[in-house]
Structure formats: C-alpha cells, structure tokens
C-alpha cells in the first residue's frame, strides 16, 4: 500500500487541548434488553468522541467508526459499554465520549377497552469514561398530560391541559433499572398517560381522569423526584418538565436534580 502523509499525526503549535473530538449523528442498529420479550431491534444515532491533546493536529475520524464496525451489524448493552475504553485504546486518548439515542417501543393497552397501540419513548445512553472513572447515564424522554389545577379551581366549565415531555435522567447504584420501569415511573406523577390508540371509552377516562389529577409543571418534577427518591439503586436524577401550553404562546418548564 502506499505510504500516505499522516496529516492528523503532525504537531501542533497553538498548545491547546481540545476536550472533545470525533464523529456525530451516526446512524447504527443496535439491540436493546426489554422487559417483556427480552430484547427489541431499533436503530440509534451515535455520536463518539475523545480528548485530543494539545501536541496532536488532529484525531482520526475513521478509527470511531472502525470501532464500532468491529462489534458487527448489530450492537447490544454489552458491546456499548465496551466502546469507551476500545475508543482510548485505538485513539490514544484518555478520556472517551459516547451518546447513543433511540427510540423504545412499548405495547401499550388503551385504559377501558384494552386495545393495544405501540408508544414510542426516546432513550439516550450517554457514557464518559477513562482509565481512572467511567461514568454513565440513562436519560428517558417520557409524553404526559398535564391539567392546570389553577385553570380548574376558577373555571366553571373544566380546565386547560396540554401535553408535555418529561426528560428523566439516572444514574444507577447498582443493578439497572428496565427503561420500561422509569417510563413507568414518570407517568405515575402526570395527571395522566398519552396513548397511541384510544377508543371513545378511552378518552373519556383519560379525560376525567386528567381532571381529577391536576398538576402543575412544578408538582410534576416535585412528584417524579419524591418518587426517585423512594426508588432503590437510583443514585442521582434530573427530572426536566416541559409543558406545550394550551393556551399560552409560550412553554411552562420546571427541574429538579438531586444534589451530590
């Protein structure tokens, strides 16, 4: 093979460490551990980085990808753990960066009729490591509704609701948590779940029950924390709340994250 110049390998004079570099929104299938049928397929966009010191112009974009090749056509929990410190080794780093986002899908049953509909939660797996520490997350992106107990208390004829997101992050003190558990978890503090199919019976029970549930954004970080906190082998949380006003131009927001 040819002997080409290794451009990225070549000094650098401006003496500046860059924190983090390499690759993003690169789309790869991977295998995800399920609760009720032991694993499902799904596709995540996976961004990979290093630390590059300061005496190096450059780091080699390719070896990410080769690293991630190396596992074959499908990724599972295992192999993602290893890639951190696979990437220091091929890179010569020492600290390693890596983010995969994809969406979980869950049957889920209507309240009253039972039909079954597929909900679409997005996870993100977000791992820091180096030979000394590593470090990872489990962040889950969980739609709610919401229903203002203010718009309630002076209101003759109901109370405005929205929809809302809540972004839930974990870090576990032991065993893993199944995502379905956390999805879990925040639903419980809404005023009620999103479905994907809901028949008319449905929706009159998601709608009462809404009303009889009435948070604001405030009481929906405060009741998913409270419940973390109850929670074992969580070690820390940041429960972010977003609601999509109904009858504002603007967002209502809200977070909490556990100290320490």
């Not at 799904?42 to 980085?49: I, K, P």
């Not at 919401?146 to 209101?155: H, Q, R």
């Not at 940041?238 to 100290?259: D, L």
């Amino acid at each position: 093979m040819e002997n080409l110049t290794d451009i990225q390998s070549q000094p650098d004079s401006r003496n500046l460490d860059i924190d983090r570099v390499g690759v993003k929104d690169l789309k790869y299938p991977i295998r995800i551990r399920d609760k009720e049928k032991s694993e499902q397929s799904t596709v995540a966009t996976v961004s990979m980085a290093v630390d590059l010191p300061k005496e190096f112009k450059g780091t080699h974009m390719s070896r990410f990808v080769e690293v991630l090749n190396s596992h074959g056509p499908v990724l599972d929990v295992h192999s993602i753990a290893q890639l951190p410190a696979e990437m220091l080794d091929r890179l010569d780093a020492q600290r390693a960066h890596v983010e995969l986002r994809f969406p979980f899908f869950l049957e889920k049953p209507a309240p009253v009729t039972k039909k079954v509909g597929m909900m679409d939660y997005e996870v993100i797996f977000d791992i820091d490591h180096s030979p000394e520490d590593s470090d990872f997350i489990v962040t889950v992106l969980v739609p709610v509704t919401t229903l203002c107990p203010c718009s309630k208390a002076i209101s003759a004829y109901g109370a405005h609701n929205q929809r809302g997101v809540v972004t839930y992050a974990v870090r576990f003190s032991g065993e893993p948590i199944w995502i379905e558990d956390l999805v879990r978890l925040v639903e419980k503090c809404a005023s009620s779940e999103l479905y994907s199919l809901l028949k008319r019976p449905d929706e009159k029970h998601v709608t009462e029950e809404a009303y009889d549930n009435p948070v604001f954004v405030e009481d929906l970080v405060r009741n998913v924390a409270a419940a973390s906190e109850k929670q074992t082998g969580i070690a820390w949380y940041r429960v972010e709340a977003e609601n999509f006003e109904s009858i504002h131009n603007h967002n209502a927001y809200a977070v909490i994250e556990k100290k320490g």
